[in-house]
């Protein structure tokens, strides 16, 4: 049914005080900002004297370089965040943002991605008896080579390096599995067995001249979706880290922008400026939300959608009006 209201968009930050936003991610009350400038920014909810929230700047970093923050990864679980610019990885605290001193950036990056499965480990909770937390895997994709890594709260560990063949665009990690793109094709490497099998191309047109963005998003501990565009349509298909397909197909009427994953969702960012919601468990487009207006002053155009595993606030100016009576059923 299109009619159902999965999602709704509703403005977090209007504008950025540094630059243009080139990354982004949330957590919580916490809102962080990557600028293509090398600005990163924290904003924090608050609520004002007329008692309606908004964020609000906290504290602002920039890096050494001032070149633009490619990518930003949260690790709630180490209160750590991941930052690539300039082809290196610089280390900060979440939520101070202060550089991690006893790590030095990791140099000559092409791209780099955490373990899923790490990412989902949850924060501590300040009334937990205290515990040895666990190091965070993450794979970092240089020229010619997959170097693996570990973080703590105490150091980065360097694991080993395994030679790989040059050209690597995007990576994505599930425990053992890393699926990765280059410019052609899609593939699947186990790692604990050294294996590599190859999935499909990135663009089954013939005669496609423009390069063709690559999509992997992790769907489970041994599932990944990849999208291919044929030359009429995008399809997305699941992949097991076997390289096995399962469940059915999903169909875009366009090559997306940018894709996420919200089980059981996948959100698509189209070119038009709509944006899809396909059901994974029923291969179903759900809701599409229509690009905005041309007469609507929207601030800057849609260039993205980003998944916050962790959850995040949302400003709201209607508090009394969400709340409503419910029937519960008494034993």
Known sequence: MLDQQLYSLQPVLSAV?????????????????????GSLLRYTIHVGSDQ?????????????????????????????????SDRQIHFYSIPSLDPILNV????????????????????????DPPTRLQPVD????K?????????????????????FQPGTRLARRSG???????AENYNVIDMQNS??????????AVDSVMPVKPFISVVSENEFLILSWTGASTIGIFITGEGDPVRGTLTFPSHPLSVCFDFPNVT????????????????????????????????????????????????????????????VRLM
């Not at 982004?24 to 809102?31: F, R």
């Not at 602002?60 to 690539?84: T, Y």
């Open 268 to 327: 698509a960012l189209l070119a038009n400026g709509s944006i899809e919601i396909h059901n994974i468990e029923t291969q179903s487009v759900v809701q599409v939300i229509p690009p905005p207006p041309e007469n609507e002053q929207e601030p800057g155009r849609r260039v993205g959608v980003v998944s916050s595993i962790g959850g995040y606030v949302v400003p709201s100016q209607e508090h009394g009006d969400k709340l409503r009576k419910v029937k």
């Open 138 to 141: 993450f794979c970092v994709i």
């Open 195 to 204: 294996q590599m099998i190859s999935l499909l191309p990135v663009s089954q």
């Open 17 to 37: 005080e540094s630059g243009e936003i080139s990354s982004a991610q949330a957590l919580g009350s916490e809102v962080y900002v990557g600028c293509t400038n």
């Open 104 to 127: 030095k950036p990791i140099r000559n990056v092409e791209t780099f991605t955490v373990d899923h499965q790490h990412l989902l480990r949850l924060s501590q909770s300040p009334h």
């Open 176 to 182: 053992q599995y890393l699926c990765i793109a280059d």
């Open 143 to 163: 020229r010619i080579s997959i170097a693996l890594f570990s973080i703590s709260e105490e150091r980065l560990q360097f694991h080993r390096d395994i030679p």
């Open 52 to 84: 309606k929230e908004s964020y609000s700047l906290s504290s602002r970093q920039n890096l050494p370089s001032n070149k633009p923050i490619d990518e930003l990864v949260l690790i709630p679980c180490l209160s750590r965040a991941l930052i690539l």
